[in-house]
């Protein structure tokens, strides 16, 4: 039986570990962190990630547990609307639905989809030789290696896997936001899901299922800040906005508010693999959250590199031929979608007043004047469909 080792247990490494498993391969997941204690934020899944899921069984168990996007759209700092979406719309053309529920919650599945015994904690890896599949690692402090056929770096946004592989590559850039993610419970909080764009600065909304809204909010400003009461921060911010963020803000708890400076790979790859080595997530195309695209690109990833990789029964043969076919379905199309997820990114960090009310109605008369051009814009993304078994 064929051996894979996945680096990391984030969405990407978890979702690549089930879909080798239901090809017949045996999977170790080394995850560095003492235990699987998934960031306290939501996450919009996309009709294309869902499809994704489908592959592996897990796509019903997400719906189950998930809110249904409804119809939203971006609206101003004071909330007039700019562009409105049609989650109907969305269905009709997709046949499915943007779905919003907690990260943890998608991680749970994911873990309930795989073997008992694949994911191994405490372990750090140290090295990995992209010509035999040699991965070294230390866990619990006692150094071990471990031979694969195929080796998944799914090590995040500064993997040092990828640094081994491609030292020439400059790595990733600050974007130029900060952001704060921060689950509130809302009953009796009106709301729905929207993104409100002021100078310089992002507020999102979206409703959870139990009563829970998530909220994320971004501003354009240096890198390195932080401390302090980030809640009060984010009052400071965005206090005056229009409603619900106000009463939302008032809602949430310090503790639950998360801040993080923006990070993304500014510069794409010069492939995906090398060697035995497959590049994944944001090991391999770290995006800004302007599209709601980074995890669900994720999701793409580990479902081609399982088909790419081939039935784990038997020998593995040539893993590093077939993973070229893993680059190529996979290198073009997630950096267009890191490229057009930074341009919006650029667009909403307009500060100058007079330059933020040209966006704006810029913004307003497009959504008037072409209705559906918002969705159309979406069909290279939300239209992609996973590779036949």
Not at 163 to 187: N, Q
Not at 333 to 351: C, H, L, P, Q, Y
Request: glycine share 12%.
């Amino acid at each position: 039986m064929a051996h894979a080792v996945v680096v990391g247990a984030g969405i990407g490494g978890l979702t690549a570990a089930a879909a080798l498993q239901r090809r017949g391969w045996e999977v170790t997941v080394l995850e560095r962190a003492p235990s699987l204690e998934p960031v306290g934020s939501g996450l919009a899944v996309a009709v294309n990630a869902l499809r994704a899921l489908d592959t592996i069984g897990a796509g019903d168990d997400i719906r189950k547990l998930s809110a249904i996007q409804g119809d939203g759209g971006v609206r101003s700092a004071g909330g007039r609307w700019l562009a409105r979406t049609s989650a109907e719309a969305v269905s009709a053309q997709y046949g499915d639905s943007v779905v919003l529920l907690r990260r943890a919650q998608l991680v749970d599945v994911l873990i309930a989809h795989l073997a008992p015994g694949t994911v191994r904690l405490n372990t750090t890896v140290t090295g990995v030789d992209p010509g035999t599949g040699t991965v070294n690692a230390l866990e619990n402090g006692a150094a071990s290696d471990l031979r694969a056929d195929l080796v998944v770096a799914a090590d995040g946004i500064h993997s040092p896997i990828r640094r081994a592989l491609f030292p020439g590559h400059p790595g990733p850039v600050y974007s130029g936001i900060t952001s704060w993610r921060v689950l509130v419970p809302a009953e009796g909080v009106p709301g729905q899901a929207s993104e409100s764009w002021g100078a310089g600065r992002v507020f999102g909304i979206m409703p959870l299922a139990g009563g829970v809204t998530y909220c994320y909010a971004t501003d354009a400003v240096p890198a390195g800040g932080g401390g302090g009461d980030q809640l009060a921060e984010l009052r400071r911010l965005f206090g005056r906005w229009h409603a619900p963020i106000p009463d939302l803000l008032a809602a949430a708890s310090p503790e639950n508010v998360l801040r993080n400076d923006v990070y993304h790979l500014a510069a794409p790859l010069p492939a995906m693999h090398r060697g035995r080595v497959a590049l994944l997530g944001d090991a391999a195309h770290a995006m800004t959250p302007n599209l709601g695209q980074g995890a669900c690109q994720a999701i793409e990833d580990a479902v081609v590199l399982a088909h790419v990789a081939g039935p784990g029964a038997g020998p593995a043969g040539d893993v590093t031929a077939r993973l070229a076919d893993y680059t190529a379905a996979r290198l073009e199309r997630t950096w267009k979608i890191v490229n057009r997820s930074s341009s919006i990114n650029r667009v909403t960090g307009i500060r100058n007043p007079l330059a933020v009310r040209l966006r704006d109605t810029l913004m307003a008369l497009a959504s008037r004047l072409a209705p559906g051009r918002m969705a159309g814009a979406a069909d290279d993304i939300f239209g992609w469909r996973p590779p036949a078994a």
